[in-house]
């Protein structure tokens, strides 16, 4: 089955520096999605990209789609202690009108002041 | 803006009980997503509904069944608990068919099988 390798795993940094973190995957994805996730909370949609090559911003977050699109990843600037959390890539692959969402790993991330 | 809802928010119940999970998608969202997600791992595919009708299987056992009824929410029907059914249960809703529609995640259903 499809499956989207993440990485790194963990990350531990100070608070101001910048982060990345990527996705790849064995099978093509139309749509790259990126969550993060607070525990016990559902995902919350930050960035959606729907174009290969795509690059997107949202506030301190960049994504962008890879050309081939088989993998992505995700940049937070200036990392603050509020970005603590475990961040998702998720792909969305096109099969009928549902649209199966396939999640990563997962990036467990600890932004100490 | 109005997000999924999910009912209840906890549930415990003891092995071998039933339990019912119920969704309520963003208003004009027609397609529903499950997803199970056990202590530190990925949220994993259960089964998913477009316009009522189911469209996706994942790794969903047969002791679970769900439906997506006519005002478009969903509830997950769960029998015949085990111990390690206990996990967070996640809804999701979008768009089917539209393909700028990402899917947006409720807060979950934390359940706890004794």
């Known amino acids: 089955g499809q499956q989207l390798n993440q990485s790194p795993q963990s990350m531990f940094i100070q608070e101001g520096e910048d982060v990345s973190m990527n996705c790849t995957s064995s099978?093509?994805?139309?749509?790259w999605l990126w969550y993060k996730q607070d525990p016990g909370e559902g995902p919350v949609l930050l960035i959606a990209?729907?174009?290969?090559?795509e690059l997107t911003s949202n506030g301190r977050l960049t994504a962008q789609f890879g050309i081939t699109r088989k993998d992505s990843f995700l940049n937070i600037s200036a990392s603050i202690p509020s970005d603590v959390g475990i961040y998702f890539c998720?792909?969305?692959?096109?099969?009928?009108?549902?649209?199966?969402?396939?999640f990563g790993t997962g990036t467990l991330l600890a932004v100490q002041p | 803006a109005a997000g999924v809802i999910q009912s209840p928010r906890h549930l415990i119940k003891e092995k071998r009980e039933t339990a019912t999970l119920k969704c309520y998608p963003i208003?004009?969202?027609?397609?529903v997503y499950w997803y199970q997600q056990g202590p530190g791992q990925d949220p994993q595919f259960l089964i998913s509904?477009?316009?009522?009708?189911?469209?996706d299987k994942g790794s969903i056992p047969d002791r679970f069944s769900a439906q997506q009824f006519s005002d478009y929410h969903s509830e997950l029907n769960m029998s015949s608990l085990e111990l390690g059914d206990s996990a967070l249960y996640f809804c999701?809703?979008?768009?089917?068919?539209?393909?700028?529609?990402?899917?947006?995640f409720g807060n979950g259903t934390r359940l706890t099988v004794t």
């Open positions: 999701a809703s979008r768009v089917g068919g539209q393909r700028n529609s990402p899917l947006h």
């Open positions: 099978s093509i994805f139309n749509t």
């Open positions: 990209l729907y174009k290969a090559g």
């Open positions: 998720a792909g969305l692959a096109y099969g009928g009108a549902t649209n199966k969402l396939i």
């Open positions: 208003p004009r969202h027609d397609t």
């Open positions: 509904f477009y316009e009522k009708m189911q469209s």
